[in-house]
């Protein structure tokens, strides 16, 4: 199968697997989702829902979490892991959205990912999840599934964002972010990997 035959597969299968997708983080406007995206930095979404759930009970805007504390912050996002550095980040953005954006989290890749621990994977999350614009946000999963099923050859992310840019319809993107990532956790992980199990991979590797 050539690439155009598989990026049409892929759509179908995951279409067929996963109808409505949902982002796996809890949220309820754009800074909270902001939040939750950078607290799920080697961490599991489950482990942030659980974390956010108590933090937003507390703390849910810029000036909350600057009221909050950094100390007060780090002991309730401990759970996450490299609480340091994200308590730092999350206050430093609350700070920045507060003092230059009139309390708003910014639309644009440039002026999030100016933003103190945000990258162009969270931006794209929020650009995509909460804007609405077209973003194609690739973390390990998706990175892993492109290189496995032989759509881009590649362990730069953004190399690989570009790839799966021209192979999918710009109006998939912000589903198909998220499908391919349960995709992923459920069939084709990185770990304990049955081709069996997974049927993108069993297609594959019957047309190969």
Partial sequence: MNHSEKSKFILAKLNELFPAPEIQLNFSDTFTCLVS????????????????????????????ILDLGEARLKSIIRPC??????????????????????????????????????GHKTA????????DKP????????????NRWGLEKSNDVRRIEDALKKL?????WKTLHVQLILYGRKFCPAKKHLVENCPICLKFSQNT
């Fill in 135 to 146: 973003a194609f946000p690739v973390d390990t999963h998706i990175a892993r599934l492109a």
């Fill in 37 to 64: 995206v950078m607290l799920s930095a080697q961490c599991t979404d489950a482990v942030v829902n659980v974390v956010t759930d108590r933090l937003f009970d507390i703390a849910k805007t810029p000036r909350e």
């Fill in 168 to 172: 999918f319809p710009i109006d998939t």
């Fill in 124 to 131: 794209s999350v929020i650009m995509g999840q909460c804007f």
């Fill in 81 to 118: 892991g490299f609480f340091n550095c994200k308590s730092k980040h999350i206050v430093g953005t609350a700070k920045i959205i507060l003092e230059k954006h009139n309390g708003r989290v910014p639309s644009t890749f440039a002026e999030l990912e100016a933003l103190p621990g945000v």
